[in-house]
């Protein structure tokens, strides 16, 4: 079991697809157990997105997330960060096969709606980036002895 924590960009909020996105994950067995609507600053965004600090599209990625409302979550659920990487699609919605997040609801690779943690180590150093710990809720899913042996 393991953490993903998966931003959604600002189109993501604008496009609507914010409640989507929360069933998407719900639906493949995901317990969350945290969210936040915020605008983030541009200090936080950079935090976020260090490790691609030295490519070009760094400042527009930046100031692109920067311009309006964000929708932050963390899920559980077994192998979430792998399978969350698959439910997104490619980095690049015109590689993205239908059926996944990007290749439905996207068109370019700067506006492609949703991030997710590549590792459960990123997933670990993201959640802390976003939330403070008690603002993590753990408990017992309703529906966890109907989606796990
Ligand atoms: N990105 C971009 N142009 C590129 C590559 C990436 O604008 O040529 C943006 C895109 O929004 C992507 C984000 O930078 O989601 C982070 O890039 P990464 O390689 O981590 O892709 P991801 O993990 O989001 O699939
Ligand atoms: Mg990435």
Redesign the pocket.
Known sequence: VANLKGTIKLDGVQLGLVGEIIKLFKQKGSRPMAMNFLRASEEHLKQHCID?KDHP?FP??VKYMNSGLIMVMVGEGLNVVKTGRVMLGE?NPGDSKRGTIRGDFCIQ??R?ST?GS?SVKSADKEISLWFKPEELVDYKSCAHDWVYE
Do not use: A, Y
Request: a negative charge; aromatic letters at 10%.
């Open positions: 691609l599209f527009g990625l980095t690779v700067g492609n991030h590549d």
